[in-house]
Structures are given as structure tokens and as C-alpha cells.
């Protein structure tokens, strides 16, 4: 292994951020909520923190202490979001008890680290793997949060290419095509088994919609035109009284050249379809980044047209949860990572998911078209 891309240091990196990140707000903003859909920034924090010690010291080790002690406040289906800043401790002893046990949890695991054992969660660092993703995904939702917190609704996802526009696209043949990672160690399970699939020539832009192309939906009327949305989208956007996207309440369209964020699945297919063409399947936008077709991902998040599915042969790791419950039915993906994401989760492969309502997140799209040009 190059010690320069050893997952050991990149776990302390991101436990520094996590750190540093907590550190930087005040009590106060530690325990609340940016969104009812976001949990308090503290509570991201003791998180994590629990969550190492439950495959460090609990499943490596069998000492079971600090998982008996803190599941309550710290797991999810325990802990209701309106419920977690209230449970926090104190915000120096919070981050006193961070610091210390993420310090004890390195030498615990360096003790007991393996990457040749037949265990399967020591096997190549699967779960030092596993817990660099997780650290990420949680930082890009702290991020969020603090984003909010400063100008709600105004992320600043950056501008796209001068003069480019969604209207430029490339095509893709009809085709067989891999899907999925190609890296167990570092993949998680709702990512395998790779795979092989047919996919029919279609074209995809180049770059996602910018405020400007979104602000042409907007004064057409799309936001009350049925036309454009689903039955379901329909009666959501009505129920909500959406109007603009969520990232212009307040402050209007912002920069026009910047990608347009903050908007659903609901909103991402009727723009779509007032563009005369679709969102793409997740396995289409996969295969077109493998190609190196499109420009600027990582910016925002892009929604896909399909549910969040397990591939063929999908199998648990490393507990049956992490993906199973959200296999419903109600979650769709999206896929590139987004301005604050970190690089492990902008992989070709990753795939985010959430229900089609979501808007508080760097979410975008950008759009596909059945056949070639």
C-alpha cells in the first residue's frame, strides 16, 4: 500500500474536519435545526463518533459499553430529529469526549487492523473503508446545515462554463455497459455487484441547468402547468405552494450562470420534460461520466428517473440496514456529489437517494433524450 493514500490518514483527516466543523459553531447552533429535515450539527458529531465505536470497540472487540450507553441519542430509528439537540451534552464536553475517544479509536483499530484477515469486516480495511464514508457523507450534511444556517437557501454552488448551456448534449449508441464498483473494499453494498447493462442510445447534456435556463421554466408558467409534472408532482407542488426552487426563496435566481439547486425530483422531471426530454436513468449518467460526456459533476447532485433499487445479487454490508430499509420504493437516486461533497462520495459509482420531495439539499439536474441527435 502507498502510505500516501493510506485510509488510516484519511480517516484522521476527516475526523479533524468533523471536529473543527462542531467546534466552529456556538452551543446554540450545535443543538438546533437548519431544516426540519436536517439533524443538529452536534448530533452529527457524537454520531460518528458512536458510530466507530461500534465497529471498533463493539463488533472488532465485543466492548460494548459506549454503544449500551449512547444508542438512544445516537441511532437514528431511536432518536427523532426534533429530538436529538436536546439530548446533547454540554458543547465543551461534547467536544472534550469527541476528541478524546476518535483518538482512542485510532490506536484501538490500529491495534487491531488486518487487512489480510479472513474477518470480513477487517479484509482489505472494508470498515476503515466504511467509516471514511460515512465521516464524508456526514460532513457534507453538516456543511448543509451551517450553509443554511448563514443564508438560508442561498448556496453558492459556483457558475458553469461561459456561453454553455443544457441544449448541448452527447450521445451514447446503443451498447452494453459496466455498472456498479469495480472496488469492493471501498464500495458499499447497495453499489454491487458490478455488473453488465444493455443501455439504448440516448443523449445527455453536457452540463446541469443553470439559473438562467431554470428562470425560463418559471416565467413559461411551468411551475402552473400541469403539463410538465406528474399526477403526483402535481398535487405536491399545489399542497406546497411551490413556486421557484428552494435555493431563490427569499433571494431570487441569484447568479444566472450558476447551476439551479435546491429543487426536487418533482421539480428536476417537469423541467425536464418542458425541455422535451427526461431525467436520466442512473445507469446512463454512470456510463456517460465513465465516458468522460459530462462536464461540471460534482457541483450539485443530479436526480435520476429511477428508485432506489438493489442491483442483482445485492448482499448486506456491513449490516443489513445500511441499505435494505430504503429499498422502498420512496427513495430515488442521485448521483455526481455536489460543491460540498468530498471525494469519496463524487465517485462514478456512489449513489445518494432520496425521497422525490427533497429540495433542501445541492440538488440539480441535468437532462437526457431518448434516441441520438
Given at each position: 500500500m502507498n502510505p500516501a493514500n493510506d485510509p488510516l490518514d484519511r480517516w484522521h483527516d476527516l475526523q479533524r474536519a468533523l471536529l473543527g466543523a462542531a467546534a466552529a459553531?456556538?452551543?446554540?447552533?450545535?443543538r438546533d435545526q437548519a431544516h426540519p429535515d436536517l439533524s443538529p450539527i452536534g448530533w452529527h458529531l457524537e454520531h460518528c463518533v458512536f458510530v466507530e465505536c461500534v465497529w471498533i470497540r463493539s463488533?472488532?472487540?465485543?466492548?460494548?459499553?459506549?454503544?449500551?450507553?449512547?444508542?438512544?441519542?445516537?441511532?437514528?430509528?431511536?432518536?427523532?430529529?426534533s429530538t436529538r439537540g436536546c439530548l446533547l451534552p454540554p458543547r465543551p464536553e461534547l467536544l472534550r469526549w469527541s476528541n478524546e475517544t476518535m483518538q482512542r479509536n485510532r490506536s484501538l483499530l490500529c491495534e487491531a487492523r488486518d487487512p489480510?484477515?479472513?474477518?470480513?469486516?477487517?479484509?482489505?480495511?472494508?470498515?476503515?473503508?466504511?467509516?471514511?464514508?460515512?465521516?464524508?457523507?456526514?460532513?457534507?450534511?453538516?456543511?448543509?446545515?451551517v450553509g443554511r444556517f448563514r443564508v438560508p437557501g442561498r448556496p453558492a454552488v459556483g457558475p458553469g462554463r461561459p456561453g454553455a448551456t443544457d441544449a448541448a448534449t452527447r450521445t451514447l449508441a446503443d451498447g452494453v455497459a459496466p455498472v456498479g464498483s469495480g472496488d469492493p473494499a471501498r464500495?458499499?453494498?447497495?453499489?454491487?455487484?458490478?455488473?453488465?447493462?444493455?443501455?439504448?442510445?440516448?443523449?445527455?447534456?453536457?452540463?446541469?441547468?443553470?439559473?438562467?435556463?431554470w428562470e425560463a421554466f418559471v416565467v413559461a408558467g411551468g411551475?402552473?402547468?400541469?403539463?410538465?409534472?406528474?399526477?403526483?408532482?402535481?398535487r405536491w407542488r399545489a399542497r406546497m405552494d411551490i413556486e421557484v426552487p428552494d435555493a431563490w426563496q427569499g433571494a431570487g435566481p441569484g447568479d444566472p450562470g450558476?447551476?439551479?439547486?435546491?429543487?426536487?425530483?418533482?421539480?428536476?422531471?417537469?423541467?425536464?420534460?418542458?425541455?422535451?426530454?427526461?431525467?436520466?436513468?442512473?445507469?446512463?449518467?454512470?456510463?456517460?461520466?465513465r465516458a468522460g460526456l459530462l462536464h461540471d459533476t460534482g457541483r450539485v447532485w443530479e436526480w435520476c428517473a429511477n428508485r432506489f433499487h438493489p442491483y442483482p445479487g445485492?448482499?448486506?454490508?456491513?449490516?443489513?440496514?445500511?441499505?435494505?430499509?430504503?429499498?422502498?420504493?420512496?427513495?430515488?437516486?442521485?448521483?455526481g456529489g455536489s460543491c460540498l461533497s468530498e471525494p469519496e462520495v463524487q465517485r462514478p459509482a456512489f449513489r445518494n437517494y432520496y425521497p422525490p420531495a427533497?429540495?433542501?439539499?445541492?440538488?440539480?439536474?441535468?437532462?437526457?433524450?431518448?434516441g441520438s441527435a
Open positions: 459553531q456556538s452551543d446554540v447552533r450545535l463488533a472488532l472487540l465485543a466492548d460494548h459499553a459506549i454503544r449500551e450507553r449512547l444508542a438512544r441519542r445516537c441511532l437514528p430509528e431511536l432518536a427523532p430529529k489480510d484477515a479472513a474477518d470480513p469486516l477487517r479484509e482489505d480495511d472494508r470498515i476503515l473503508h466504511f467509516l471514511v464514508s460515512h465521516h464524508a457523507q456526514h460532513l457534507e450534511t453538516i456543511r448543509t446545515a464500495a458499499h453494498d447497495n453499489e454491487l455487484p458490478r455488473s453488465q447493462v444493455r443501455l439504448r442510445a440516448f443523449r445527455i447534456s453536457q452540463q446541469p441547468v443553470t439559473n438562467r435556463e411551475y402552473r402547468d400541469p403539463r410538465w409534472w406528474t399526477p403526483e408532482g402535481w450558476e447551476f439551479v439547486a435546491g429543487v426536487s425530483r418533482h421539480e428536476a422531471g417537469a423541467y425536464a420534460r418542458f425541455r422535451g426530454g427526461r431525467l436520466p436513468h442512473e445507469h446512463e449518467w454512470e456510463t456517460a461520466r445485492f448482499r448486506p454490508f456491513p449490516y443489513r440496514e445500511y441499505s435494505l430499509p430504503w429499498f422502498d420504493g420512496q427513495h430515488f437516486v442521485l448521483k427533497t429540495r433542501h439539499i445541492l440538488s440539480g439536474v441535468r437532462v437526457a433524450f431518448d
